[in-house]
């Protein structure tokens, strides 16, 4: 996979929005209501997940999708007059693993799609202004690329230091990291947890310095104990349906956490989860064998194997093009 690149607008008068931006960045916008058209309105409808959950009302994108053309053109009217007005978002909770709750907003799809649609137009101005080492709420770009980045920088660069980049001062650390410091005994580099992997330094094949991930204690355990609960929940629900639903749930941890190297990782989660899956099932039932129901799990009811899904490693590029630096060590800001 090559570098992630800076997104570029589809539509022709956003792009010509985006060259000002970049040729004048000064320069303040100050009417772009005309630019929320109906064909931006569309690309945002497109744009939203089918499987999204269901805001205010209980429309979803399939519903909403019946009859589309007409309903995005009172939509554009509405946005044209000024008479749209956006519906209250539902607030929910979600429980966390330390007991307390993340509040979520459900918004209804018509608010969506002008959210949407808008944040295309601030993209073609806004994103001339990022630097080439900034992912978070960017579009095309996504955890995976900040990691390749960082393990980019990591491996090829001159790195014997590692601030660890936290928001609660007690907990921010300098780390010892890099191909310097040995990877065991005193003096030996230190481990950093980024984006829910741990990085670590190890040796390849040949014994040169390589720089290792694997799925951090803290984001392992937690998946774990969310599995242990859902398979308490659902212990009374047929047996099919429990191993397709878990089935999902474990190439999804796949989908995250597999990348090159984390294999043992992913190994330990699914053996842990299928552990707790067959505690549940044994609970359900008084009379229940327990090496028939291991020879039913093991030969029917086979959990997804894990799978690595990032196989890609460090960029074929020079660490301080990814950290806006020239080789000649000044300071530069490449367009990605």
Not at 59 to 85: F, I, M, N, Q, V
Not at 153 to 168: A, I, S
Not at 317 to 326: H, I, Q, S, T
Request: proline share 5%.
């Amino acid at each position: 996979m090559s570098h992630t690149r800076k997104w570029q607008p589809i539509c022709p008068q956003l792009r010509r929005v985006q060259e000002r931006a970049r040729a004048n960045r000064d320069e303040q916008f100050t009417s772009l209501a005309h630019y929320l058209t109906e064909e931006s309105l569309l690309r945002a409808y497109k744009g939203l997940r089918a499987k999204a959950a269901a805001g205010p009302g209980g429309e979803t994108k399939a519903s909403y999708g019946k009859g589309l053309k007409p309903r995005l053109k009172r939509l554009h009217t509405s946005l044209k007059t000024g008479t749209y007005r956006a519906t209250p978002a539902q607030r929910i909770y979600l429980d966390k693993p330390d007991g307390s709750q993340r509040p979520i907003n459900l918004q209804c799809i018509e608010d969506k799609i002008v959210q949407g649609a808008t944040v295309e137009i601030l993209n073609s101005i806004y994103e001339v202004d990022f630097m080439s080492c900034s992912y978070g709420f960017r579009p095309h770009r996504s955890q995976h690329h900040a990691l390749q980045s960082l393990q980019t920088v990591l491996q090829k660069g001159q790195v014997n230091w590692v601030l660890d980049l936290e928001l609660n001062k007690a907990k921010t650390k300098l780390n010892r990291f890099g191909r310097k410091y040995p990877p065991k005994g005193p003096g030996r580099s230190e481990s950093f947890d980024f984006l829910g992997l741990t990085h670590f330094v190890g040796k390849d094949r040949s014994g040169r310095f390589l720089v290792k991930r694997k799925t951090a204690r803290k984001r392992l355990h937690r998946s774990l104990q969310l599995i242990k609960a859902w398979c308490r929940k659902h212990q009374h629900m047929p047996l099919t349906w429990q191993w397709l639903e878990l089935s999902v749930k474990l190439r999804g941890h796949y989908a995250y956490y597999g990348i090159r190297g984390n294999s043992r990782s992913l190994g330990q989660f699914r053996v842990q989860a299928w552990k707790y899956w067959r505690q549940c099932l044994i609970k359900r039932s008084q009379t229940g064998r327990k090496d028939r129901l291991t020879r039913l799990l093991n030969e029917r009811f086979i959990l997804p194997l894990p799978k690595i899904t990032h196989p890609d490693n460090w960029l074929p590029v020079n660490p301080g093009y990814l950290l806006g630096r020239a080789g000649c060590g000044k300071s530069a800001r490449p367009v990605l």
